[in-house]
């Protein structure tokens, strides 16, 4: 069963890369709704800035499959994956980043200190700010051996930009093959 998969994978490395990131990505933002929504952990500012790469992402990995299926330019599918490898670098430093933030290294931003809803439509402004929830970036809500969902994230989007990049660079094989076929 496994030999059969790697035997995909080797066939259509584009595609398999374009589902390994679809896949992991929704598994990855279903994980932290759950952690929201069923667990009650409110995400703070960095975490819901960690989100963005894979509202690109997966998007941009399903269209990569749908261009495979279609027959699009391997050019096309090379600088998709390239993006979404960028993307994914990118949110594996701020993961970093504000693993680093509860852990203490470093500050974190200053909108971590909980959203102010309209305060300017009147009534009782000290009753209002009584009851503001403040969701601070350099407080882990959840640890799992060692890691916060931060730390997660940077491990889930190092990976994600390697199977971009390790699909990319199949398509870059792929078209450097039809290149000199011609």
């Known amino acids: 069963m496994v030999a059969h998969y790697v035997s995909l994978a080797r066939a259509q490395p584009v595609a ?19 952690f929201q929504y069923v667990l009650g952990l409110p995400p703070c500012p960095l975490c819901l800035e960690q989100r963005l790469a894979y509202y690109v992402s997966i998007p941009l990995a399903a269209l990569i ?12 599918a090379l600088l998709a994956l390239l993006a979404i490898a960028g993307f994914m670098v990118w949110n594996a430093g ?26 300017g439509a009147g009534g009782d402004l000290l009753k209002q700010l009584q009851n503001v929830r403040v969701v ?14 931060a730390g997660y994230n940077a491990l889930i989007s190092l990976a994600l930009a390697a199977i971009a990049l390790w699909g990319a660079a199949a398509a870059w094989k792929t078209r450097l093959a039809e290149d000199s076929g011609r």
């Not at 398999?16 to 759950?34: E, K, M, R």
């Not at 499959?65 to 096309?76: F, H, P, T």
């Not at 509860?102 to 102010?116: F, K, R, V």
């Open 16 to 34: 398999s890369a374009a589902v390994a990131i679809a896949v992991i990505g929704i598994a990855t933002i279903l994980g932290a709704y759950f």
């Open 65 to 76: 499959l749908l261009g495979a299926s279609v027959g699009a330019s391997r050019k096309v």
């Open 94 to 119: 701020l993961g970093v980043y504000h693993s680093g933030v509860e852990w203490g290294w470093w500050a974190g931003p200053q909108d971590c200190s909980g959203p102010l809803t309209d305060i």
């Open 136 to 149: 601070r970036c350099d407080e882990a809500a959840w640890r799992f051996l060692g890691l916060s969902l």
